[in-house]
């Protein structure tokens, strides 16, 4: 049988809204992260949605979804799994139901201050971006963080550049703002639903045509309440790996035809 084409026409949205997505996974500031992110988009004066996505429990006692549900509301949806899925996926749950003309996403966890996100939209006007990209090295972030991590980071700037071409100093923050034309045409083509989903995005994107990717400034004050160990690291590289392996090797990305998995929950939506 053969494969359907994938469709470039976009459907009804609204283009002035900002949809914002928030995955978490084992937070136990959700709450406190969703009213400060809400707080500061009350602020732009912009029409927005605020969509969380919990991604499945940790454990039984785990209270990310009763304390996300305690924040919903007319501008604040959550959605829950029970499965963890990865964060990937979770965004991509999210991105799947936005109504917005710009479809941005952040990561839980406080780390990260929320102002930057009107950084970003303000670079997203400014250049008329594509994509903009959370950068910790951008010469105006301000950030602490473990010089682990620091090291990881360089390594991992250093080989995508080489690797994907991707004028970028830093593809792993979690936080991002896509022009909705962007996602319509890269999310079919992703595969990779939890480590390295940042680092698949931008070089799709990237490859498909969608080079005005540019990085603005944050605020990162790591907290140790992230998720992510060594066994994540290293899931990282295999994920890391088998991109480089898609795109050179089996071109997988250029293919002109709709590779969604067969997951109905991933494909966009507008109810």
Sequence with gaps: ??????????????????????????????????????????????????????DGLKSEKDPTRELAKSMSGPSVKVY?????????????????RAKGGTIAFIDAGSDL????????????????????????????????????????????????????????????TGLKVFKRQVLVKVLPRLLVKR???????LA????????????SPIELNYNFASNVGWQSVQNFATDYLAIIYRTYILRYYDNGTDLWDGDKNLKLRYA
């Design 1 to 54: 049988m053969a494969k359907k084409k994938v469709t470039l026409t976009l459907p009804p949205h609204d283009p002035e809204l900002l949809s914002v997505i928030v995955p978490a996974y084992n937070c136990k500031t959700i709450n406190r992260d969703l009213g400060s992110i809400k707080l500061h988009l009350d602020l732009i004066n912009r029409p927005y949605e605020l969509i969380c996505v919990v």
């Design 113 to 172: 201050n929320v102002k930057g996100l009107s950084l970003a939209l303000e670079h997203m006007k400014w250049y008329d971006a594509d994509i903009i990209v959370g950068s910790k090295r951008h010469k105006a972030s301000k950030v602490s963080y473990p010089w682990q991590r620091k090291i990881l980071s360089f390594i991992v700037q250093k080989s995508t550049r080489l690797m994907f071409g991707l004028n970028v100093s830093d593809t792993q």
């Design 204 to 215: 799709v994107a990237s490859r498909l045509g969608f080079t005005k990717i540019y990085e």
């Design 195 to 201: 480590w390295a989903f940042d680092l698949e995005i």
């Design 80 to 96: 829950f799994y029970q499965e963890n899925k990865g964060k990937g996926y979770a965004i991509r749950y999210g991105m799947a």
